[in-house]
């Protein structure tokens, strides 16, 4: 079974730039999740998707970061414009229904210069 | 706010000793409770997942929970050198859909050869 896959690995820009990263969760998981790891830190939780619906974007900067799954399978999250503190590593990860247990793609690594 | 509490480490521990990670949770209405390895520059990876008071194990890994002291804790047996990563304790609430994990800051550890 494929994991979950995300684009791109690494991604430099320079702050007030935009910036988008793709995630396809594995088959059949309709729960998609974004995540944000600052170094040092555990995962914080942006967006919550069930099939193409928001279930919970309370911590999702929604000023800058903007984020959609059309058709419920994959999903772009976006950065627009992005500040300094915005260097971290993007995590996608999903969950099939009737289990509790999340998988986490590679992520990307966002440097905002 | 719910938090998730680690001590951040590092545990240095020598090869072939038990490693103890522990964690604290603050919200009483945690239901299910995760450990998750991260090697350094990788994604978190699904190691253990606890959902009842008492021991689960699973080869060289036993998770422990005690939910009447907000107590979640994963040993190592035999630690092997390939077991250094960062340890992060999850902990969830389910809401219908509004399933989320709330991550600690992770521990560290480092088993010596």
């Known amino acids: 079974e494929a994991g979950v896959a995300q684009s791109p690995r690494y991604k430099i820009i320079e702050k007030r730039q935009s910036v988008a990263f793709w995630c396809n969760p594995i088959s059949g998981h309709a729960t998609l999740y974004w995540y944000q790891q600052i170094l040092g830190q555990g995962p914080k939780l942006l967006i919550q998707?069930?099939?193409?619906?928001?279930?919970?974007d309370s911590q999702l900067p929604k000023d800058r970061f903007s984020a959609e799954r059309l058709k419920g399978v994959d999903s772009t999250l976006k950065i627009q414009p992005a500040k300094l503190e915005d260097s971290a590593v993007y995590l996608c990860?999903?969950?099939?229904?009737?289990?509790?247990?999340?998988?986490f793609g590679p992520g990307t690594r966002l440097t905002v210069t | 706010q719910k938090e998730v509490e680690q001590n951040s480490g590092p545990l240095s521990v020598p090869e072939g000793a038990i490693a103890s990670l522990n964690c604290t949770y603050s919200d009483r209405g945690s239901q299910s409770f995760f450990w998750y390895r991260q090697y350094s520059g990788k994604s978190p990876e699904l190691i253990m997942s606890?959902?009842?008071?008492g021991d689960k194990e699973d080869g060289r890994f036993t998770a422990q929970l005690n939910k009447a002291s907000q107590y979640v804790s994963l040993l190592i047996r035999d630690s092997q050198p390939s077991d250094s990563a960062t340890y992060l304790c999850a902990v969830s609430i389910s809401g219908g859909s509004n399933y989320k994990l709330t991550f600690g800051k992770g521990t560290l550890l480092t088993v010596n050869p």
């Open positions: 998707f069930q099939n193409n619906g928001v279930v919970d």
């Open positions: 990860a999903s969950r099939v229904g009737g289990s509790y247990e999340q998988y």
């Open positions: 606890i959902y009842s008071n």
